[in-house]
């Protein structure tokens, strides 16, 4: 059974301040997917990873996948409270898509 | 473009009242998606759909729930009856297999209270 942990899951920062959320799943995938959610909202996709070692970015937030270790994460770089939010991340395995249970990001101005 | 619609938004019933939340995917997704939401945790698969056939119906609490999408485009899931705890958010999600990267895009979601 496939099993995706996030880690953590609450994470209260500074503004201005970089920090990394990771995802760690427990069977072979190559394809991983980070959301945003904000309170009461659906869900906004913010990268798709296809491959061993992609990475990807927009804006303070970056992504990467390692397929070998089984690890995806999602750098935030001089947070601003805007990021403020819920990011989940999504593995593919089987054509059958597991979350994680959430990083609950709260930014301080 | 049109992203994934689904009604009601909200719904509140009485438990052991039936219920019926419907998805418009994203027009040419030959992929839909319905997900389960509790407070606080990730969405959960209940079924997927691959233009009409459902291909994984594993999640699904068949003694209560059906789903369906009839001409592979709209769909609907049912609850009947509905218990206290299938309040949660019932999200519908579309995607194009084969498409960029395979993005799932999601609805805004069907807010269930059950009361």
């Known amino acids: 059974e496939l099993k995706v942990e996030q880690n953590p899951l609450f994470l209260s920062m500074q503004e201005g301040k970089n920090y990394t959320i990771y995802c760690n799943y427990s069977?072979?995938?190559?394809?991983l997917y980070w959301y945003r959610q904000d309170p009461g909202k659906s869900l906004e996709s913010l990268f798709v990873?296809?491959?061993?070692?992609a990475v990807k970015q927009e804006g303070r937030l970056m992504a990467s996948l390692d397929t070998k270790a089984r690890l995806s994460t999602l750098h935030i770089t001089a947070a601003v409270h805007d990021l403020s939010a819920t990011y989940f991340c999504a593995v593919d395995a089987d054509d059958k898509i597991i979350f994680g249970k959430g990083t609950r990001l709260h930014i301080l101005p | 473009e049109a992203g994934v619609v689904q009604s009601p938004r909200y719904k509140i019933i009485e438990k052991k009242q039936p219920v019926a939340f419907w998805c418009n995917p994203i027009?040419?997704?030959?992929?839909l998606y319905w997900y389960l939401q509790n407070l606080g945790q990730g969405p959960e698969l209940l079924i997927r759909?691959?233009?009409?056939?459902?291909?994984?119906d594993s999640q699904l609490p068949k003694d209560r729930f059906s789903a369906e999408r009839l001409k592979g485009v709209d769909s609907t899931l049912k609850i009947q009856p509905a218990e206290l705890g299938d309040s949660a958010v019932y999200l519908c999600?579309?995607?194009?297999?084969?498409?960029?990267?395979?993005?799932?895009?999601f609805g805004e979601g069907s807010w269930l209270t059950v009361v």
């Open positions: 999600a579309s995607s194009s297999r084969g498409g960029p990267g395979n993005t799932i895009y």
């Open positions: 759909y691959e233009n009409e056939e459902a291909v994984d």
């Open positions: 069977t072979t995938s190559d394809r």
């Open positions: 990873l296809l491959s061993n070692g």
């Open positions: 027009s040419g997704h030959n992929t």
